[in-house]
């Protein structure tokens, strides 16, 4: 696997199921991110990995969890999630600051999440 | 909070032909970064092109090119040639050169017509 890869590419689940999304990255990056995105609406930028160290959370609500048990995978836990919930998640690593600058961010694929 | 506006939600070129994409932002800073990424159908989205606000000569890649106006804070996209590969959601972006954020707008999509 190269570059960011993100699983399941799918997922449809009822408002009180718990699933996890999962982020991996092969590319020696140090920063991973969570984004979501909507129709219509700028990507929303949900939290903020550097060296494992959750550096920023963008209001978001506490049914999504996330997890980075290391620098090459993160994790987006989701439970009693609401309808509006649904959307495209994406994953993203860059360098870390001070070393991002104007170092790009790689995304994986998404995840399309559908609740019900 | 910076912006990133994109005024065009979609734009439409034949195939050959040149297009040039909009995009605003608003900042008070005089370093940062900005960007155009393509997000193709079902795809994974990819940096297409880079400018770094210090750089007066605007930055090219090939069939892509950007007209970076600083002091009207615009960005814009030139895709000359335009193949049928083209075809996707061109978001732009802005990053200051600290900090992990980066400023999306809310996109274009391009259609290329045979």
């Known amino acids: 696997e190269t570059g960011v890869t993100q699983t399941p590419r799918h997922l449809v689940m009822g408002m009180t199921n718990k699933k996890s999304l999962k982020c991996e990255q092969h590319?020696?990056?140090?920063?991973m991110y969570w984004y979501k995105q909507s129709a219509k609406k700028p990507l929303e930028l949900m939290f903020v990995y550097s060296l494992e160290e959750r550096v920023e959370n963008n209001s978001v609500p506490s049914r999504f969890s996330p997890e980075c048990p290391n620098s090459s995978h993160l994790f987006l836990h989701l439970h009693t999630l609401q309808p509006e919930d649904s959307a495209l998640y994406l994953c993203?690593?860059?360098?870390?600051?001070?070393?991002?600058?104007?170092?790009?961010?790689?995304f994986g694929p998404g995840t399309r999440l559908t609740v019900l | 909070a910076q912006t990133v506006t994109q005024s065009q939600p979609e734009m439409s070129v034949q195939e050959a032909e040149t297009v040039t994409l909009s995009c605003t932002y608003d900042?008070?800073?005089?370093?940062?970064?900005l960007f155009w990424y393509k997000q193709p159908p079902s795809r994974q989205m990819i940096l297409v092109i880079r400018?770094?606000?210090?750089?007066?000569q605007n930055a090219t890649e090939n069939r892509f090119s950007v007209n970076f106006q600083k002091a009207a804070k615009s960005f814009s996209l030139k895709i000359s040639d335009s193949q049928l590969g083209d075809a996707a959601m061109y978001f732009c972006a802005y990053k200051r050169p600290t900090g992990n954020q980066f400023y999306f707008g809310t996109g274009t999509s391009l259609t290329v017509i045979p």
């Open positions: 993203a690593s860059s360098y870390r600051q001070p070393f991002t600058r104007g170092n790009e961010q790689f």
């Open positions: 900042t008070s800073e005089s370093d940062y970064y």
């Open positions: 590319l020696g990056h140090n920063a």
């Open positions: 400018q770094e606000a210090y750089k007066q």
